[in-house]
Every structure is written in structure tokens, then in C-alpha cells.
């Protein structure tokens, strides 16, 4: 089952400017992972956050983490056309013990036009 | 490093046919998932193995499907006999710890 839920479902904006996806999941969990995905590609991991960390940085990429709302957000800075792809939250969840399976969400659809 | 590759690419076959999707993973990892994508669903976990022995299949839709992993750098997923709402791209991907590397998919159509 989905317990991650991405919000906006689609986004659309202009080359340069920032994008803000948000993710909120259900369950305790260790850390938190976002993914990109190409039309027609596999997933590619972004980023992960751990449940102690507030905010991360990768290049472009911000990713905040609040454990309390059980919400996290990831926003791409000066975006580019090549940053038009679906992006995806995934955590793990803590109660689950060894079982490593990971929870998706259905993902945010970003459109960046040049 | 190859990435996680998967066989064949693309296969549309008809109602009733065995399917068969091919893994390789990336060396060293432990753990291997295969996941479907549809539109209306999403990504699903299917099974997952490690150290290649099958830990959660929970989501293996029905017995028609099932998956193998007879070592470490090979896993089968079957589908006998398939059926058109079986059509998604089907990933398998393959994991050391925390981060999750994903192959390029197989795009299965049942017509």
C-alpha cells in the first residue's frame, strides 16, 4: 500500500524558477528518500534524509524533514529543462524491524518549460 | 559499475502466454526488489529478496505470478499464464543498505 502522498500531483513552471514538492507519510520511520524518474526510465535516488536531520542539501536540491508532521518537502532551485521528470518520496518504516521494503508515493509530475 | 539490467526491454505477447523477465544485479548489492508501475497504481512492491532468499512477497498480485533468485546475480520473475491486465512496466532494482538502484524496466503488453 502507498502510505507516501505527494503534493502537488502535477507541477508546471518556467526554466529558473524554483520548484516545491511535498511528501507526507503515516508511519515512524528512519529516514526518507526522494527519487527522480524520466519518461520511460527507471527511478533515480536523489536524496535521503534521516529522521535526526532537518534539512539536506545536493547541489540544486533542498530537502526538509519534519518528523512531527511526519512531512517532508524538496525543492529544486533555478530549475532547468532537464529537471522535467516525476519525483517520487519513499521512507522505510521503523515498526516494520528488518523488512527493508519501502513505501511510495505516487509521485509529482514536474513540467519546467524552457 | 553496468547498473541493474533487465531483459528484454520491451515484449508484447498474447492472453494466456508465459512471460518470463530477466535481473541482473549490480554486484555486491543483497538486496533485489521487483516492482510494477502502472498508472493507476503506481509503484508496487512485488517481492523482495535478500541475500537471495525471498523476504516479503506480500505483493505478488496472485499464483500466476511468481520470482526466483537461484544466486546472486540472476532473478526470474514469471508470469504463467499472463493476462492483459498484467500489462506495466515491471523494475527490478537492486539495493547494498538504504539507497535503491532501479534497471530500466520491462515493458510488458498483453493484448
Known amino acids: 500500500s502507498q502510505q507516501g502522498e505527494e503534493d502537488p500531483q502535477a507541477l508546471s513552471i518556467q526554466e529558473g524558477e524554483n520548484a516545491t514538492m511535498n511528501c507526507s507519510y503515516k508511519?515512524?520511520?528512519?529516514?526518507l528518500q526522494w527519487y527522480r524518474q524520466n519518461s520511460g526510465r527507471g527511478l533515480v535516488h536523489l536524496i535521503l534524509?534521516?529522521?535526526n536531520e532537518r534539512e539536506k542539501h545536493s547541489g540544486r536540491l533542498r530537502v526538509t524533514l519534519d518528523t512531527s508532521k511526519k512531512s517532508s518537502s524538496l525543492l529544486i532551485t533555478a530549475s532547468r529543462a532537464a529537471d522535467t521528470a516525476s519525483y517520487f518520496c519513499a521512507t522505510d518504516d521503523l515498526d516494520a524491524g528488518n523488512n527493508r521494503k519501502l513505501i511510495w508515493g505516487l509521485g509529482t509530475s514536474l513540467a519546467v518549460n524552457p | 559499475d553496468a547498473g541493474v539490467i533487465q531483459s528484454p526491454r520491451h515484449e508484447v505477447t498474447e492472453m494466456g502466454q508465459e512471460v518470463t523477465l530477466r535481473c541482473k544485479p549490480i554486484s555486491g548489492h543483497n538486496s533485489l526488489f521487483w516492482y510494477r508501475q502502472t498508472m493507476m497504481r503506481g509503484l508496487e512492491l512485488l517481492i523482495y529478496?535478500?541475500?537471495?532468499?525471498?523476504?516479503?512477497d506480500s505483493g505478488m498480485p496472485e499464483d500466476r505470478f511468481s520470482a526466483k533468485m537461484p544466486n546472486a546475480s540472476f532473478s526470474t520473475l514469471k508470469i504463467q499464464p499472463s493476462e492483459p491486465r498484467d500489462s506495466a512496466v515491471y523494475f527490478c532494482?537492486?539495493?547494498?543498505?538504504?539507497?535503491?538502484?532501479f534497471g530500466e524496466g520491462s515493458w510488458l503488453t498483453v493484448v
Open positions: 534524509i534521516r529522521s
Open positions: 508511519t515512524s520511520i528512519n529516514n
Open positions: 529478496f535478500n541475500n537471495n532468499v525471498p523476504i516479503d
Open positions: 532494482a537492486s539495493s547494498p543498505g538504504n539507497t535503491i538502484y
